[in-house]
């Protein structure tokens, strides 16, 4: 009896598990496998590479530098700081109808949204209509939380206070005339931060909300006066103002600013002359920073980025070339697998 | 009165170095009335840590002062005071979960610690106070107090033995749970003591506590009214030891002498060094190569910084402006702030949670070495015992095994072969034919019975029965003589005794610490001469005429491993005092006359040569004076405190001289199974087998031919005392000859080695064995002169590690532990692993890196003192070759994949502080830098450090060469090292500037809309969590459900957690940063598109790798299925009717 029960005591598991000896897959890696999954995987990515490389190419890209370094350029007059609301035209032209629908982005360069400091300075709380948070903003915006007479900034933070400003309106210049391309300034901003994120206060009129705070030291205008004419795009739910608080990744950036959908511009825009009145506000020169505006249109795959397809097609053929260098090695050698 | 007090006081100031004072049962003696009693420790015993108020601090402190763990806290307390960029709660979640992890496991192991604590202390025991018989808690006994113990209990605190219930004022123990050996010793009453315990006055003067189990020395001062103190020596055999039991005795009273943590049990337990593997050796390495990349990454960070600032605007762009407390700091507080920020942010290239889960890996891995069933031995039913989980992957490393010879080489059961008697052989058979169980195998013919005269055997076989320690296991009723039987270790009589006299009792066994001793008795059974046990004093023996024959035993002269020899000195009816002496053949020839010696030295040698272990027994007759100058000489040593060893040393020495030599004993001891399979595998596996006993030469010769490690042409290569003495001169220049030849042999005209193949492969026809001997040893290491000595050394070290077994013969228990030592430290610091079974092996095993006990017959020390303890030695060859080899390819992997992983994890992070103004913008969410090391990648590893086996064991243990493909640290060392750090920059580049080129144009959604910094660090992010993932399914050979499980689980953790994490408006974040970043990812077919491809991309290479390696190097731990083939088809191809 004794002994049974020390030798049942002692005696280890009898299990897969304890015997290491669970069922197991053990995978080879055989020229067999790898030589006809490179040849897949190089002809599959070389497929999409090509895909990409030609949808790449359809789009049509206009890139227009409006800064004003440069004496020529139409915006010369505005580069100096000095000039308050200053307004230059930028002309240009286009050859082929550019299809639709258009994008029309502003860009900055070396501007850098992703600062630590800057990318911290901003109150998710304010901006999501916490009205506490719009007596005492945090301190995470210092030094843009308060005014000299310390009154609270709505919204507060580096980010807010330094919105993109400048205006752009299009003109198509049909027979020496100026006609006016409608712009469409919604669905610029992601679906969750206009719907979710982002909440203006629930107080009616909004101008109640901002009592005893004062606007960003920058804007011209406190947040309730961000579009006057559409309150689903005033306050903090302005379009504009969350492309511009969805900061970017790399200090050459660009943001989406309106779209061209409308009417007769839904199909794109025909060729002809263009004019392009901007109101310079935004001061980019005092860090060397540059201004411009895109035009794009899009495909399944975003805008025009050429990286991808060509990505594609070299990791595609290099798969290719490496099934091909591996057969030849494998036939010179004749390795065991292969018999 | 006040000088006798100083006095007192002073005498006892110097004695307490060196001994204690004690009252038995607290009664001063009458001219002790000044005594003030000493203050002892309680018999509380404590082997827990913490308590309940200091376990927090306690263990706070003792697990911060590990360098990570403080490295980690360094970084958490950076973070809460300086201005970083990210949150505090990024390093202090995982440094406060691996805290908690580590206090949770420690606290459960002090709790359990408690328990078994609590119910030492908490057992009842019986205190004789006054006469009375008092119960009291074991934790309240006080040194002084005399004990009542009853039969099977177990012993409260080390006792003096005072009264036994027994007729012969012995008691029987076993040390079981000590040692582990379960015979019963006999433990012996202080002599002359008062029967009456309530009127004995006495004081104990004894050592101060030591914690060795066998040395005890004391004495005994009775005062008697009226009478001169008489004074007793007090030895190991009147001590009773806690944690032993009593056996065989109905009760004892005992007084306490060491309590609580002074028992020598408690004292044993006390510190055991740490070992420290070679692989930890290489994390500390690497870890500090990290440290570098760390602070120069934030070096280089901090300086670019302040270059890019000095650029006017871009310090303080309008749209950035500084605060007013920022504009006030100093220059170069902020650098330094700002560096301490880079640290920081980098701060995740050295993995926290590395040190957790190589920690969990060697604790859960060990597991399976003690289920493995393999290594069940049903004859003990045990199985492997681990006792540290710490060195598992170093049982991979093993470069050279130093084994002992008996026990472990064989096995120790030992069985009389034959003996010599006057220069006779004497073998017996199991033949009935000769009743008297001698038969003539040689010689001349027909000498059939007493060849060497009848005086001579009885002679002969009387010493045989007396010269021992054995004990006759007593079994009083038979049923219980049953159970016991089974139950302990007790070599039977069973089949062999009854064909020839039928023994007195059915049942009898008999009780040795050493088989060989039991095989002598039993032999001389055989012929004849039966041992009947003890009566008190007196030794009974049952002659061939079926007399019984007492002899009254008066001394017992122990073996002890120096002297190599045992004696007894007995008194005949006839009142001949006799001394017996038993011992080896170099031990005993010296001191009998040497007339007799050629003809007895022919046959040992030849025993010798055989394999079997020789004994020479001698006698002599001692008379009345010779007897009372012995009797006086012993009682003195006996008695004395101080150096008891040596006096009793010298006086053996001097009473065992001028005897005649009787004859010798053979014993075989057989090898233990599959010795010789495992020593090949061991070769063939490139390690050095060194065999170090005490045996003799000739003896473990032949074991090492046995064994297959010294083959048919191995051409030996000996420096023993016969050699030194060949050449007639002086042995110092005769060494000095031999080492310079033998070297020159060995080493420099043997053909270059190539590295990795070992001598025993390439080259079988230059084999070499080397033999060396424990006084030759003793020369090489202690050479006269400074500078010779380590010339020697340098050239014995040279030979051995060209010859393929080195076997030392002759050798002491400190000299093995020497030689491991010697190895241990010789050029590139070879990995050692030892093993033995015996008391004699404990220092080796300490010693060697590793230290293997076998759980044989010669006690458990060895077993407690190993790192791994194994049944038999056959179960080493799994041990090291599936288990070792597995082990450590599972932490070597580990390592490096966890510093591959967690490199590519940060420097996309470090790349990034280019393109964000060096401003410590961190890439990722402070989730992600969180969760990266304890959820997305943890897992898979640990899974993969558990199960892998990139080859599967029966491969493994069929293919012992495949050892060798890890030897010397083979995947740690810088190579691979560099190979990993390359794959981690290769694919950190790989992944940020992939993700860098694609934002070229962030537009990125079909809808036109942009991606921002989030965004970025997502997609780079997902890049990396799959990458390192698939990075180790491309690893894992070994898929086992588990693996399955946790790769494909941890992958779609991550996907489940990024939507859940960016899904929903987190009350308690201050930024929303996620907020559907991940999904809204998802919805752009770019960002798939370059996921996939950057995950494609960067296992590439590793794909091409393991393709192309493959079919070159046998090393490429590849060998499977295919390769097994071919060596299949090989065989074929040469007409081999081998068939897989």
């Not at chain 2, 020839?500 to 004849?528: N, T």
């Not at chain 2, 997502?1018 to 086992?1040: E, S």
């Amino acid at each position: 009896m004794v002994k049974d029960e020390k030798e049942i005591a002692n005696r280890p598991d009898n299990t897969a598990f304890t015997q290491q000896r669970l069922p197991a897959w053990q995978p080879m890696l055989s020229a067999g496998i790898v030589i006809p999954g490179f040849v897949l995987i190089g002809l599959a990515f070389i497929g999409i590479g090509v895909a990409l490389f030609v949808t790449s190419r359809s789009i049509t890209v206009l890139e227009i530098d409006y800064t004003g370094i440069e004496k020529d350029s139409a915006c010369f007059k505005c580069s100096n700081a000095d000039v308050k609301n200053c307004v230059c035209n930028l002309v240009f032209s286009i050859d082929s109808l550019f299809e639709g629908p258009v994008f029309f982005y502003y860009g900055l360069s070396n501007y850098f949204q992703n600062y630590r400091k800057y990318a911290a300075s901003r109150d998710d709380e304010q901006l999501s209509g916490d009205l506490d948070a719009f007596t005492a903003p945090s301190d995470r915006c210092s030094p843009y939380d308060y005014n000299s007479n310390d009154k609270p900034i709505v919204p507060c933070g580096a980010i807010a206070n330094s919105m993109f400003n400048d205006t752009f309106v299009l003109y198509r210049v049909v027979n020496g005339a100026n006609k006016l391309v409608p712009l469409d300034g919604k669905g610029i901003a992601w679906w969750t931060d206009y719907n979710v994120k982002f909440r203006n206060p629930s107080v009616t009129p909004l101008k109640n909300a901002f009592n005893n705070t004062v606007k960003p030291i920058f804007w011209p205008n406190p947040a309730y006066q961000l579009d006057t004419s559409d309150p689903a795009n005033n306050g903090f739910i302005n379009q504009d103002f969350l492309v511009w608080m969805r900061r970017a990744a790399l200090p050459d950036f660009r943001k989406l600013y309106r779209r061209i959908t409308d009417g007769e511009y839904a199909k794109g825009l025909p060729a002809g002359n263009y004019s392009l009145t901007i109101a310079y506000n935004y001061p980019v020169q005092s860090f060397d920073g540059r201004k411009k505006v895109v035009f794009s249109n899009v495909s399944w795959m975003g805008g025009k980025n050429e990286f991808l397809g060509i990505a594609y097609l070299v990791v595609g053929s290099l798969c290719v070339l490496m099934s091909i260098v591996m057969l030849i090695v494998y036939a010179k050698f004749k390795f065991p697998e292969e018999d | 009165m006040l000088r006798r007090t100083l006095n007192r006081w002073l005498g006892r100031d110097e004695r307490r170095v060196d001994s204690r004072s004690i009252c038995v049962g607290h009664r001063s003696s009458s001219n002790n009335e000044a005594f003030i009693p000493p203050k002892f420790c309680d018999n509380r015993i404590v082997s827990s840590k913490y308590t309940v108020w200091n376990f927090l601090p306690k263990n706070l402190f003792e697990q911060f002062r590990r360098i990570a763990n403080f490295y980690f806290l360094i970084i958490f307390l950076v973070q809460v005071i300086v201005d970083t960029p990210t949150s505090p709660v990024t390093s202090g979640l995982p440094l406060f979960f691996v805290i908690t992890v580590t206090a949770i496991k420690q606290g459960y192991e002090d709790w359990l610690r408690h328990k078994a604590d609590n119910e030492v202390n908490k057992y009842p025991v019986t205190v004789l106070e006054q006469g009375r018989r008092v119960r009291k808690e074991s934790e309240k006994i006080k040194v002084g107090d005399v004990l009542e113990v009853d039969e099977d209990e177990t012993f409260p605190c080390d006792l003096i033995l005072l009264q036994s219930s027994r007729d012969d004022d012995t008691c029987f123990v076993t040390t079981a749970s000590l040692d582990g050996e379960s015979n019963h010793k006999t433990h012996y009453t202080v002599p002359d003591t008062e029967k009456d315990l309530e009127s004995l006055n006495a004081t104990i003067e004894c050592e101060q506590p030591q914690p060795d189990l066998y040395k005890f020395v004391g004495r005994m001062h009775i005062y008697k009214a009226d009478q001169e103190p008489a004074v007793r020596s007090l030895g190991p055999e009147n001590l009773l030891l806690k944690g032993s039991t009593l056996k065989n005795t109905q009760t004892i009273c005992g007084v306490a002498i060491y309590t609580g943590m002074e028992t020598k049990m408690a004292l044993n337990y006390q510190g055991k060094s740490q070992k420290r593997s070679a692989v930890e050796k290489s994390i500390n390495a690497f870890l500090l190569v990290y440290l570098c990349i760390l602070v120069s990454k934030a070096l280089v960070c901090t300086t670019l910084k302040y270059v890019w600032q000095n650029k006017p605007g871009q310090d303080e762009p309008w749209y950035n402006e500084k605060t007013q407390r920022e504009k006030d700091t100093n220059l170069y507080l902020k650098m330094f702030t700002d560096f301490l920020s880079f640290m920081v942010l980098f701060n995740f290239i050295i993995p926290v949670s590395m040190y957790v889960t190589v920690e969990m890996q060697k604790f859960l891995g060990s597991f399976f070495i003690t289920w493995d069933k393999d290594f069940f031995d049903p004859e003990i039913k045990e199985g492997a015992l681990v006792n540290t989980s710490d060195l598992n992957e170093e049982l991979g490393q093993v470069e050279y095994v130093f084994t002992d010879k008996t026990g472990t080489l064989t096995q120790n059961n030992m069985e009389f072969i034959e003996c010599c008697i006057d220069g006779f052989q004497y073998k017996y058979q199991d033949a009935g034919t000769d009743l008297d169980g001698f038969c003539v195998t040689d010689g001349p013919a027909n000498k059939v019975q007493h060849k060497a005269g009848r005086e001579k055997e009885e002679l002969f076989l009387r010493a045989l029965c007396l010269c021992h320690t054995v004990q006759v296991k007593e079994s009083p009723e038979q049923g219980q003589g049953q159970r016991d039987g089974l139950m302990d270790q007790v070599d039977g009589l069973g089949v062999d005794g009854k064909g020839l006299h039928p023994p007195p009792q059915e049942q009898r066994g008999f009780i040795a610490s050493s088989p060989d001793e039991v095989a002598l008795v039993k032999g001389a059974m055989r012929y004849g001469f039966t041992f009947l046990g003890f009566e008190s004093k007196t030794m009974k023996i049952l002659t061939r005429d079926n007399d019984v024959e007492r002899y009254e035993l008066l001394h017992v002269l122990n073996f002890d491993p120096v002297r190599r020899r045992m004696s007894v000195i007995v008194r005949s009816k006839s009142g001949d005092t006799l001394l017996f002496c038993k011992g080896a053949d170099s031990s005993i020839f010296p001191r009998v006359r040497q007339e007799e010696v050629e003809r007895i030295r022919m046959n040992v040698e030849r025993n010798a040569t055989e394999g079997y272990r020789t004994l020479c027994v001698a006698y002599k007759y001692l008379n009345a004076e010779e007897y009372a100058q012995a009797d006086a000489g012993l009682r003195e040593a006996r008695l004395a405190l101080q150096d008891r060893e040596e006096k009793l040393m010298a006086v053996y020495n001097q009473v065992e001289t001028g005897m005649s030599l009787i004859g010798a004993t053979a014993v075989e001891d057989r090898l233990q199974e599959e010795a010789a399979e495992t020593m090949e595998a061991l070769q063939g596996a490139g390690m050095k087998v060194w065999v170090l006993t005490g045996d003799k030469m000739e003896t473990a010769k032949s074991t090492c031919y046995a064994c297959r490690l010294f083959q048919r042409n191995t051409e030996l290569l000996e420096l023993t005392v016969r050699t030194l003495e060949d050449g007639g001169r002086r042995r110092e220049e005769r060494l000095h000859e031999l080492l310079v030849e033998y070297h020159k042999k060995a080493v420099q005209d043997a053909p270059p080695v190539k590295a990795g193949v070992t001598r025993a492969w390439s080259s079988a026809n230059h084999d070499y064995g080397f033999i060396i001997d424990g006084a030759t040893l003793s020369m090489v290491l202690n050479s006269s002169s400074e500078s010779n000595s380590s010339r020697y050394k340098n050239l014995f070290l040279q030979i051995c590690q060209n010859c393929t077994s080195v076997l030392c013969c002759r050798m002491a228990p400190l000299q093995k532990a020497q030689i491991v030592k010697m190895v241990k430290n010789s050029k590139g610091s070879p990995i050692t692993l030892s093993i033995g079974d015996g008391a004699n092996d404990v220092s080796m095993i300490l010693e060697a890196h590793v230290g293997i006990g076998i759980k044989g017959k010669e006690g458990r020390q060895a077993v407690r003192n190993s790192d791994y303890a194994i049944p038999k030695l056959k179960h080493l060859k799994k041990l090291l070759l599936a288990h070792g080899h597995l082990y450590y390819v599972r932490i070597a992997h580990l390592v490096q994949y966890f510093f591959y992983k967690n490199l590519c994890f940060i420097l996309p992070q470090f790349l990034y502080q280019f393109f964000c103004g060096y401003s410590q913008q961190p890439l990722y969410d402070a989730a992600y830098l969180t969760m990266y090391n304890i959820c997305f990648t943890s897992m898979p590893i640990l899974a993969y450090s558990l199960l892998e086996q990139h080859i599967c064991m029966e491969v493994l243990l069929d293919n012992a060469t495949l050892y060798r493909g890890i030897a010397k640290n083979g995947m740690l060392r810088w190579g691979p090292f560099f190979y990993w750090t390359l794959l981690g920059v290769f694919h950190g580049l790989l992944f940020f500037f992939g993700v860098r080129y694609l934002f070229g144009n962030p537009a990125l959604q079909d809808n036109g809309q942009v991606f921002g910094n989030w965004s970025y660090g997502t997609i780079v992010f997902t890049v990396l969590v799959f990458t390192v993932t698939l990075k180790l399914a491309l690893d894992t050979r070994h898929w086992t459900w588990i693996n399955h499980f946790v790769i494909w689980g941890s992958l779609a953790f991550y996907v489940f957690f990024s939507f859940f994490w960016g899904g929903i408006i987190w009350p308690f974040l201050k930024q929303q940063r996620l907020y559907f970043v991940f999904a809204n990812m998802l919805s752009s077919v770019s960002a798939w598109l370059v996921i996939i491809l950057l995950i494609l991309l960067s296992l590439l290479p590793e794909i091409l790798l393991v393709v192309f390696r493959k079919p070159r190097g046998p090393h490429a731990g590849q060998l499977s299925q295919e390769g097994l083939l071919q060596t299949a088809r090989l065989h074929l191809s040469h007409h081999l009717p081998i068939s897989t």
